[in-house]
């Protein structure tokens, strides 16, 4: 059993900042891709940016500048730090992950989702 668990959410004001985690537990054999997504209401759920296992980033054009992220291969974690936040980047950010576990193909995982608010 693999889960996704987020943390870091939470109401800031215009211009400041948040830094989200992702911790992955469970029969782990590799991690590939991790990476976060964020859905707004009454909209779809978007990428805002993804790391390969060798670092390697890309970004949604959105938040090209502001937001950087980043991975802990040791501790299977991935984080966004998000400096710069405006009322558009308010939405349910959730954390994705491919998982390799022992005997099962790769599969994409979800965390939960943690809120972010940036009151306008």
């Known amino acids: 059993q693999v889960q996704l668990v987020e943390s870091g959410g939470g109401l800031v004001q215009p211009g400041g900042s948040l830094r989200l985690s992702c911790a992955a537990s469970g029969s782990i054999v590799s991690i590939d891709n991790m990476g976060w997504y964020r859905q707004a209401p009454g909209k779809q759920r978007e990428l805002v940016a993804d790391i390969t296992n060798g670092g390697s980033t890309n970004y949604a054009d959105s938040v090209k500048g502001r937001f950087t992220i980043s991975r802990d291969n040791a501790k299977n974690t991935v984080y966004l730090q998000m400096n710069g936040l405006k009322p558009e980047d308010t939405a349910v950010y959730y954390c994705?992950?491919?998982?390799?576990?022992?005997?099962?193909?790769?599969?994409?995982?979800w965390g939960q989702g943690t809120q972010v608010t940036v009151p306008s």
């Open positions: 994705n992950a491919r998982i390799k576990q022992r005997l099962h193909p790769s599969y994409y995982y």
